[in-house]
């Protein structure tokens, strides 16, 4: 049986006409793209070619700029009034550490001590974290390869993947479809979380359309890092676990999880390709059975002016109030944050306190008790042991544990949640 081509029409044989290896490759784009129907849709606009038959992009080593491709260039120029490609993609060289090119040529001579192969890694950390580890690098210079540069990419990939998970288990009871919450009735910490994902996203896609996918890795583990799970995560613990199953506090942050896991599995797609598509199988209500599957549509939350200079100024009160209490603890004043009654003495308290924020900040600092006084100096943290006992179900310190005789050890906000 005669071996058949791509479209199972004509033979394939081996050539023994050879002009020029370079003649031969560079017209590549006439013997396989013009050859291609589906490219055949469009009039003819230039030398009675196709209109659409150059290919959207040559990708190729830097050193091709010599050779293949314009070799494609030239000879497409002549025959065809036009170049082959719309777009050229250039990449640098994986080198090892002492920048002495990695080839073919040298695997099994001996030439490396360790394992340099592509497969050897993937047994070793798994093919997204070596995937993830190609995207953190710039690949228009010469790449580095060592063990040391990808255990560090790992780290950031579990950074990643714990945000995911992290999001995923706390919406085992939430249905999209009967919980969730619209954007102007979101609280305003939810609020802020997805105006910042909504930020991150348009960074993310610009830099996928100019290829730097280097940029991708750097913006998806700063958020994941910081704005998640140094802030948000850390933040929303109280009211996952202690409000009211189905109370508008609690389906208001689900909402924003489903929202933020749903996206990052896609903008994390093309990258972390099986471990987006194993998060999503877990998403509730998924609209398709694989992240590959679905159309990437940009979620857009853009925050008022006035609203997101208020969370600028108590993020920036959170630094210097987190501080005063790792002082406080460090003097055995304190235990856990919540252990604390903190005021706030000047700065931008009187916006906040006008803005009616201050059960915001309380939340953010994760304090059991705030106050403040308003004045022209700049902005001071006091930092004081909490009133009151410490309730046994949410671990805040509160005035009230003990006066539910039904309830002797907690305070009245979970006496409300445990009888809903």
């Not at 539910?404 to 445990?418: L, M, Q, S, W």
Request: contains cysteine; negative net charge; hydrophobic residues 40%.
């Amino acid at each position: 049986m005669k071996p058949v081509d791509w479209n199972g029409t004509e033979p394939v044989a081996k050539s023994n006409d050879t002009l020029d290896v370079w003649i031969d490759s560079g017209s590549s784009s006439r013997s396989v793209l013009m050859r291609r129907p589906d490219l055949f849709h469009q009039p003819s606009t230039i030398n009675h070619q196709p209109a659409n038959w150059q290919a959207d992009m040559y990708l190729e080593g830097s050193d091709q700029h010599r050779g293949w491709f314009q070799s494609s260039l030239l000879i497409s120029l002549a025959g065809n009034g036009a170049a082959p490609y719309k777009t050229v993609l250039t990449h640098g060289f994986m080198v090892d550490a002492d920048r002495e090119k990695i080839s073919k040529s040298k695997q099994g001579q001996g030439v490396y001590e360790k394992p340099q192969t592509a497969d050897a890694y993937v047994k070793k950390w798994g093919a997204d974290i070596v995937r993830l580890w190609v995207a953190s690098q710039d690949f228009r210079n010469d790449i580095i390869v060592s063990q040391e540069r990808i255990n560090k990419v790992a780290e950031t990939y579990r950074v990643i993947r714990n945000a995911l998970r992290y999001q995923l288990s706390n919406l085992y009871d939430f249905d999209p479809a009967t919980h969730s919450v619209p954007d102007e009735k979101l609280t305003g910490l939810d609020r802020w979380i997805l105006g910042e994902y909504s930020k991150l996203e348009a960074e993310v896609i610009k830099a996928y359309d100019a290829y730097e996918f280097h940029v991708v890795y750097q913006q998806v583990s700063q958020f994941a890092a910081v704005e998640l799970s140094a802030i948000y995560h850390d933040v929303i613990k109280d009211r996952l676990y202690t409000d009211p199953a189905n109370s508008h506090r609690r389906r208001s942050t689900q909402t924003a999880l489903h929202r933020l896991v749903s996206g990052l599995c896609q903008m994390l797609a093309p990258i972390l390709s099986f471990t987006a598509d194993e998060a999503w199988e877990l998403i509730p209500d998924k609209p398709t059975q694989s992240v590959h599957e679905t159309t990437w549509l940009r979620y857009s939350l853009v925050l008022p002016e006035g609203e997101l200079l208020a969370w600028q100024q108590m993020l920036a009160i959170r630094d210097g109030a987190l501080a005063e209490l790792e002082k406080a603890r460090q003097s055995k004043l304190i235990g856990k944050a919540l252990e604390a009654r903190t005021e706030l003495i000047g700065g931008m308290i009187g916006v906040l306190v006008s803005q009616k924020d201050f059960e915001s900040l309380r939340e953010l600092l994760n304090v059991s008790q705030i106050s403040a006084q308003p004045s022209d100096e700049s902005l001071k943290v006091r930092v004081a042991k909490a009133d009151g006992q410490k309730c046994a179900r949410c671990w805040h310190w509160e005035t009230d544990v003990g006066s539910h005789k039904e309830h002797p050890t907690i305070c009245g906000r979970c006496v409300a949640a445990v009888s809903s």
